[in-house]
């Protein structure tokens, strides 16, 4: 049986951005199952106690570290990156419209074969690669409702219905559940992954700690 490498994500956080470019290759690489969980990082902040928004907390030279950091991993992946003007970044309809696409990406899919991929396909996992690009390399504002319709375009998705559909009651409780689900998890930032269950790592540069775990090693608990 395949491990599973739960990645738990919210398209604010420019952290996330840089590791959803790579738990791809990860999950291939050690024949994981990988599946992507929205949540609303603001929500699990308030209800641990954390701010808001941590890098404003941080003391000025830390802040500028961090974003010295961000530059700097995104060049070593050789992924685009540039801080946007707006930040914090209103991800909840964002995250709202991917759920949609998720519950039709559930209801339309079939059991996979032994040979099939371990990693997600269909429109809500190229509609969540979309929006992080759009957010930390194109500096597009996510609750924009025109800016959200032309990315669902770009994907080949029914923009208007995905829209209207994210602004009902279903797709705010779906968010309301899965930001639950994730505190529940354990999961008190982002990026967030879970690899079998139960080994939980924290932060894009823990990356490496999460492919070794998958492979087979049994790190301190």
Known sequence: MDSTLDFYFDFASPFAYLASTQIEAIARDTKATL???????????????????????MPAPKQRLYRLDMLRSAEILDIPFAFPTRFPLNTVRALRCYLVLAEHDESSSHAPSPSASSVPAGPAHAFAHRVFK????????????????????????????VIAASTGDRAKQALRTATSAALEAGVFGAPTC??????????????????????????PV
């Open 35 to 57: 599946r992507w969980h929205p949540m609303l990082l603001g929500a699990i902040f308030k209800q641990l106690g954390t701010p808001n928004v941590p890098l404003f907390a």
């Open 134 to 161: 759009a957010c930390w390399a194109e500096d597009r504002d996510p609750a924009d409702p025109e800016t959200l319709r032309t990315l669902l375009d770009e994907i080949g998705a029914p923009a208007d219905d």
């Open 194 to 219: 879970i690899v079998k269950g139960e080994l939980l790592f924290w932060g894009h540069d823990r990356l490496h700690m999460v492919k070794e775990a998958l492979k087979g090693w049994i790190p």
